[in-house]
């Protein structure tokens, strides 16, 4: 037992590691910036991307940023800026496009849509199990509920009809 257990170590000990790292995110059309220079207030900017993946930025004018990641911009505009600006220090601030939550709760016959700012929080709307794989900028549908079953809904009215009617016959009719 000995014997095997160490063979099942050793095999598992030559499987080559790779370590798993998030990806970073990826700023796309609808992500909102808030971008700030220290020391100097009146650089800074707030802007929502546009659909063609560029923000308009005092001294550069447009920019484009789609693509990028926050390091990426980061650096990319601490170059442009330096240009202008003697050893430029920003701030960038993401506010990632929202995840759209669409639920259809089937038993009472209803929409409802909900409007997450995280992956986890459009998790917890969807509920357990439902989403393998949440975007940011997503629109996901979920059904919840099951759909109404005629009989689960109304066995007791039925039950509690039939005694009525055998009791109303049992006492008009005399055995």
Request: charged share 20%.
């Amino acid at each position: 037992m000995k014997k095997l257990i160490s063979i099942i170590l050793i095999a598992c000990l030559m499987i080559p590691y790779q370590p798993v790292f998030a990806t970073e995110y990826i700023i796309g059309p609808y992500d909102t910036l808030d971008i700030q220079i220290l020391n100097h207030t009146e650089l800074a900017a707030k802007a929502t991307i546009t659909p063609d993946g560029q923000i308009s930025l005092p001294l550069l004018g447009f920019v484009e940023v789609q693509g990028k990641t926050l390091r990426g911009l980061n650096d990319y505009l601490t170059e442009q800026y330096s240009a202008y600006i003697k050893d430029p220090n920003l701030v960038i601030n993401l506010t990632p496009k929202p995840i759209y939550v669409v639920q259809y709760d089937r038993k009472k016959l209803e929409w409802d849509v909900k409007t997450a700012k995280s992956v986890d929080e459009a998790k917890a709307f969807a509920g357990p199990n439902q989403l393998a794989t949440i975007e940011h900028g997503g629109i996901y549908q979920v059904n919840s509920g099951k759909t109404p079953d005629w009989w689960e809904d109304n066995w007791y009215k039925v039950l509690t009809a039939t005694a009525v009617v055998v009791g109303i016959y049992s006492t008009t009719r005399k055995w």
